[in-house]
């Protein structure tokens, strides 16, 4: 059974900045694409960053130069930086493990941007 434990959330500031982590119970963690993705409240779940296990990287468009996807295979984590949040930045966040065809979610960790 694969657990995926998000932490790192919480309140900040327009501009703030809040690195969230996601913690994989997998074998053969190194194998598998990694994502992160978001839900605003009455939006769908949209993805925000993804990294191979090569270790490219993909962004949302608006994410962009903020965001940074990063992954340690060893300890079998992800990470997302977030740098200048922005109100509409406010959800929560779910790792995402083997892409959303292989079902994998954690339970989320909420971010909210606000003064």
């Known amino acids: 059974q694969v657990q995926l434990v998000e932490s790192g959330g919480g309140l900040v500031q327009p501009g703030g900045s809040l690195r969230l982590s996601c913690a994989a119970s997998?074998?053969?963690?190194?194998?598998?694409?990694m994502g992160w993705y978001r839900q605003a409240p009455g939006e769908q779940r949209d993805l925000v960053a993804t990294?191979?296990?090569?270790?490219?990287?993909n962004y949302k468009d608006s994410v962009k130069g903020r965001f940074t996807i990063s992954r340690d295979n060893a300890k079998k984590m992800v990470y997302l930086q977030m740098n200048s949040l922005k109100p509409e930045d406010t959800a929560v966040y779910y790792c995402?493990?083997?892409?959303?065809?292989?079902?994998?979610w954690g339970k989320g960790t909420l971010v909210t941007v606000s003064s």
């Open positions: 990294i191979t296990n090569g270790g490219s990287t």
């Open positions: 995402n493990l083997g892409g959303i065809g292989m079902g994998y």
């Open positions: 997998r074998n053969s963690f190194s194998i598998y694409a």
